[in-house]
């Protein structure tokens, strides 16, 4: 500290006799040093006091007391400066836990796409924020069934990523991808609406390919309604569904509907983020997706969920303002 | 983006104007301002949700959690001049079974 007040008379004292550039880049590089060492605001101020004592002898009095004065003042000034420090020091704390967090989240819920024969599947999920609200599982015996599900959990961040967690063992400890999905969603719905507050809830469309018939069975808990297209007809069904949302009430009830699937049919299962065309509105969302992957319809299901995604992403900016899935099986 | 609440009373009937676009940032705000409510089963609620431009699932959550209060204090909610955007929302999301809602039109809720 010593030699710190000696330097700085020195830097001060060259400034007064020749105000020039270099001396006050001297000046400022200093104080860059003292902020390193945790000198406060208070102790530069009289740290300076002190080297004008020094460097000019007959210093009037009231200007020592305005200096004692503002060493006083900036007391307060130097604990708020304190206090900001070791906010930006817990920041990065919480910072490298959401990290940790987010990468506990990716390998927990991390899925993989089953290559069945005979079916075609796709699918792209994209978190806005480092946690996904969004979340996709598949389930295959290796045999006849396979299931999908497609979930989206109200909010965004750590709350939706900690229900998607509880989500995901529910759907895990089903176990068997040949249960009706009007089943799993009862079953999921009374799992979730024990466990979440009252302004929380999940979306979610499950879905069971019968793959020795071609059949999908689904059933959906308020999810954004799934597009069919109807290769043959040359036509897109919305598969529409008013049953409600997982979470809302105990004992909800769920039906279940059959498609059959011909060659070149499809069916997209999506969230809402990807049919939010919020600052985009003269366009009919729905529309326009139809028109993208009918537009793609020759590539195949990862390809054709790539595409959409890229599409959709120059549409908005690059600016997409939820966590984004989309799911494509083919036939 | 802003949201406002409005209130006025017409007897046992407590009107509610929501105006704003009711989104992540938004919502809270707006739960707050219901959650100030005071319910008692001698009155009805009416929201007016004419001036609401733009809601995602987060604003459903807030109506979500506003009427299980509701419902728990015997207490009659009803959302008025829903937008067609706004009520499909409530429909796919099974939420129009459920809850009162009503569709377009002129309501008595304005303010």
Known sequence: MEQL?????????????????????????????LIQKNVTPEEVISIHKQALEDIIEDLPEYTIHAYDFLIEVMVHFGLKLKEHQSLLMKQEELRIEMEVAAKIQNTLLETTIPNPEGLDIGMISVPLRKMNGDYVHFMHDHKRFLSIAVTDVVGKGVPAALCMSMVKYGLDTLEYANSNPSYVLEVLNQLIEKSVDDGMFVSMCYGRYDLEKDIFTWSSAGH?????????????????SKELLLGILPDVKYSQKDIKLNDNDFIILMTDGVTDFRNREE???????????????????????????????????????????IVIIKK | MDINIQF????????????????????????????????????????????????????????????????????????????????????????????????????????
């Open chain 1, 5 to 33: 007040k000696l330097d700085y008379k020195t830097i001060l004292s060259n400034y007064i006799h020749n105000q020039n550039e270099r001396n006050l880049y001297i000046g400022q590089n200093f104080i860059k040093r």
């Open chain 2, 8 to 111: 006025r009373e017409e007897g046992n009937l407590l009107l509610g104007l929501i105006e704003g676009e009711i989104d992540t940032f938004t919502a809270p705000i707006l739960r707050e301002e219901l959650e100030k409510i005071e319910l008692s089963n001698e009155i009805s609620v009416e929201l007016d949700l004419s001036k609401v431009s733009y809601m995602d699932s987060t604003g459903l959550g807030v109506f979500v959690a506003f009427y299980k209060r509701a419902t728990k204090e015997d207490v009659n909610l009803k959302l008025v001049n829903l937008s067609t955007r706004l009520t499909r929302l409530f429909e796919i999301t099974g939420l129009s079974e459920l809850m009162d809602i009503e569709r377009g039109g002129i309501g008595h809720a304005s303010i």
């Open chain 1, 224 to 240: 954004e309604p799934p597009l069919y297209y109807h290769s043959r007809e040359n036509a897109y069904y919305d598969l529409e």
């Open chain 1, 283 to 325: 366009f009919d969302p729905r529309q326009y997706i139809k028109e993208l992957a009918l537009s793609c319809r020759h590539l195949n299901a990862q390809e054709m969920c790539d595409n959409i995604h890229k599409q959709l992403q120059v549409l908005h900016n690059y600016k997409l303002e939820d966590d984004f899935t």
